[in-house]
C-alpha cells in the first residue's frame, strides 16, 4: 500500500493594517503677474500634470460666435510668436508631453503632462501658448473646417443628438446654455482669426487664472520655473464678472427627435437641480448612485437584467455652473437606449422605479454598496497626477474650497439610507422631468403617449 503524498502549504497571507487615505491637500499661492498657483508634490509621480484655467467662459462668447472659445481652445496648441505650428508640436514631441484643451461653460482649461524632467521645457511651451499664440490665420481657418466637419457627425450621433435638444427644451433661448457648446454650423462657420483674437485678448489674463501643478517635485525649485515661465506671461487686471442665474423650466413633457427607421431610441431624461455648494450634494450623489450608478443598481436591475430593454440605464449629476451665492446649477439626468419595440414599456417600468423608490426608499444595502464603491475606490481613482489635477482644477473652477473632496468622502460615508433616498427622490421627481427620446416617431409616439407622462412632441432629426 503506498503512501499518499504530503504537501507543506505556505501560511496564507494575511491583510495588512489599513493605511488612512484622504484626498491630498494642495498648497496655494500666486505669481507676481497675479496667476493663482496650486502645487501638490506627490512623491513617485514621475508624469507632472499641469491644469490652466482660463476665466473665459461660454456665455463671454460674443453674439453670434458660439464656437469661438472651443477654436481658442485649439489653437493655443497651433502656433506661438516663437514656433510654428508644426515647430510647437514637434518641440512637445521632444518633451515626451500632450497639451489639451477644451472649452466648457465656466471657461477653458489647458491639460499639459509631461515627465518631471522635461517639465522646465514644457513649461515654457505652455506660457508661450498662452503669453503669445499665433492665432495664424491658415491654422484657425483649418479649425474651424475641421470643426464644420464634426458638427454633421455629432447630429448623427444619438446620445449628442439626444443631449442637445434637451439642452434646447431646458434653458430659454437667450440662454447660452442652450445652445451646443462648440457652436452651430452658422455660428463656426464665421469664426476668423481676428475674431480668436479679441476673444483672448478679452478674457485671457494671468490675473483670472489659476495654474495646478501636481506630480513628484523632488529636486524642483517649482516657485523659480514658474517665474521664469507662467510667470512671464502678462496682461491687465480685470473686475469679476457678473453671473446670470441659471433658468430652467423642467415642466415634464416628452420630445421625440424622430429617426425614421431606428432600430433602437437613445433616452434622456433630464432637469436642473442643485450643485455642489448645496448641502445636499453629498445625499444626492449618493442616491443616485443607489439608482443608475451601477450595473447592480435599480434601475439596471429592472431594465436590463429582469426586462432585457437595454444594455444598461444610468443616472448621474453633472455639475454645469457652480458658484456659491446659489446661482449654480447641475444637470441631473438618466441616459441609456431601448430597442424601439420595447420603448413604451421600458419607459413605463422605469417611471416606476421611480414612484416605487419614492414609496419605498433605499435598502440598507444598497446605501452601504455606494458607499463601499464610491468611497472605498478614491485611492485607486487618484493614482495618478492628472486625475488629482483634474479634481483640483474642478474645484477652483467651481468656486470650492481645497479641502471639498476630502469633505465629500467624509460625508459620503456619514450619509444615511434616509437622507440618500429623499435626496434622489427629490432629485427626480416623477412629474418634473424632460425626456427626450431620439427614434422612429411612427412606431414609438402612440406607447409614449399612452403612459402619461408629459405633453409629446415630435421634431425633425435636422
Avoid at 449629476?317 to 451665492?325: C, E, N, T
Avoid at 471639498?404 to 459620503?412: G, N
Wanted: charged share 25%; glycine share 8%.
Amino acid at each position: 500500500m503506498t503512501e499518499l503524498a504530503t504537501m507543506d502549504f505556505h501560511p496564507q497571507p494575511q491583510a495588512g493594517e489599513a493605511r488612512p487615505w484622504a484626498f491630498p491637500a494642495p498648497e496655494r499661492g500666486s505669481l507676481d503677474n497675479g496667476l493663482t498657483v496650486l502645487r501638490c508634490h506627490r512623491p513617485g509621480q514621475q508624469v507632472v500634470a499641469v491644469e490652466v484655467l482660463l476665466d473665459a467662459p461660454l456665455e463671454a462668447e460674443p453674439a453670434g460666435l458660439d464656437g469661438v472659445a472651443t477654436i481658442m481652445a485649439r489653437a493655443f496648441s497651433e502656433g506661438t510668436d516663437k514656433h510654428s505650428a508644426e515647430e510647437f508640436a514637434a518641440e512637445l514631441e521632444r518633451c515626451g508631453a500632450t497639451l489639451d484643451a477644451h472649452a466648457d461653460h465656466p471657461g477653458v482649461r489647458l491639460s499639459l503632462e509631461v515627465p518631471a524632467s522635461r517639465l522646465p521645457k514644457a513649461l515654457g511651451l505652455l506660457a508661450d501658448a498662452l503669453r503669445a499664440p499665433a492665432f495664424a490665420d491658415s491654422e484657425v481657418e483649418r479649425l474651424v473646417r475641421n470643426r464644420l466637419d464634426e458638427i454633421p457627425h455629432e447630429l448623427a450621433n444619438p446620445s449628442r443628438r439626444a443631449a442637445k435638444e434637451l439642452s434646447k427644451e431646458l434653458f430659454p433661448a437667450s440662454s447660452r446654455m442652450s445652445r451646443p457648446r462648440q457652436g452651430t454650423e452658422e455660428t463656426v462657420a464665421g469664426i476668423d482669426s481676428a475674431a480668436v483674437r479679441a476673444f483672448h485678448e478679452k478674457h485671457v489674463r494671468p490675473a483670472t487664472a489659476t495654474a495646478v501643478v501636481v506630480g513628484d517635485l523632488t529636486g524642483v525649485d517649482l516657485d523659480q520655473l514658474l517665474g521664469d515661465t507662467l510667470g512671464a506671461w502678462t496682461g491687465s487686471s480685470a473686475e469679476p464678472r457678473p453671473v446670470p442665474p441659471v433658468v430652467a423650466d423642467d415642466t415634464g413633457r416628452v420630445v421625440i427627435v424622430d429617426r425614421p427607421g431606428a432600430v433602437q431610441t437613445q433616452l434622456l431624461i433630464g432637469r436642473v437641480g442643485p450643485d455642489r455648494h448645496d448641502r445636499v450634494w453629498p445625499a444626492q450623489v449618493l442616491g443616485t448612485y443607489c439608482l443608475g450608478g451601477t450595473l447592480t443598481s435599480r434601475l439596471d436591475r429592472v431594465l436590463r437584467e429582469e426586462k432585457g430593454y437595454t444594455y444598461g440605464v444610468r443616472s448621474f449629476g453633472q455639475v454645469l455652473r457652480s458658484a456659491p451665492d446659489g446661482t449654480g446649477a447641475a444637470m441631473l439626468a438618466i441616459s441609456g437606449s431601448v430597442d424601439t419595440p420595447n420603448t413604451g414599456p421600458a419607459l413605463d417600468d422605469l417611471w416606476k422605479v421611480l414612484r416605487t423608490l419614492a414609496a419605498e426608499g433605499l435598502t440598507d444595502a444598497e446605501r452601504d454598496v455606494a458607499v463601499q464603491n464610491l468611497v472605498g475606490v478614491a485611492p485607486l481613482k487618484y493614482e495618478t497626477a492628472a486625475a488629482v489635477a483634474g479634481t483640483l482644477a474642478d474645484q477652483v473652477e467651481q468656486h470650492l474650497p481645497d479641502h471639498y473632496q476630502a469633505d465629500l468622502y467624509r460625508q459620503l460615508a456619514a450619509t444615511g439610507t434616509v437622507e440618500a433616498t429623499a435626496a434622489v427622490v427629490n432629485a427626480f421627481p416623477v412629474d418634473r422631468l424632460v425626456t427626450v427620446l431620439v427614434g422612429d416617431a411612427s412606431q414609438i409616439k402612440a406607447p409614449v403617449e399612452a403612459l402619461g407622462i408629459g405633453e409629446v412632441t415630435v421634431v425633425s432629426a435636422e
